[in-house]
């Protein structure tokens, strides 16, 4: 994982972006059903999802960090 890219995600997010809490909230997330896509999980504000969903619909900066999240999520 990359660390510093995912703790910046984290914080975009509003989210606590400490190495321990990333962990934390991976933990306590996964595992995330096959069919959800990550921005429809659950546990996101709307502000959260619509971020997600932007990013990865324009392939954005946060793309690939974002990928990397959805991989550990699911």
């Known amino acids: ?3 510093a890219a995912m703790s910046h995600l984290f914080a975009q997010l509003g989210l606590p972006a400490d190495p321990v809490s990333i ?7 996964r595992p995330l059903g096959n069919a959800v896509a990550l921005y429809r999980a659950a546990f996101w504000t709307d502000a959260q999802r619509t971020f997600l969903k932007e990013e990865i619909i324009e392939d954005a900066d946060w793309a690939g960090i974002i990928d990397e999240l959805n991989s550990r999520l699911h």
């Open 1 to 3: 994982m990359r660390t």
């Open 23 to 29: 962990e934390a909230f991976i933990t306590s997330h």
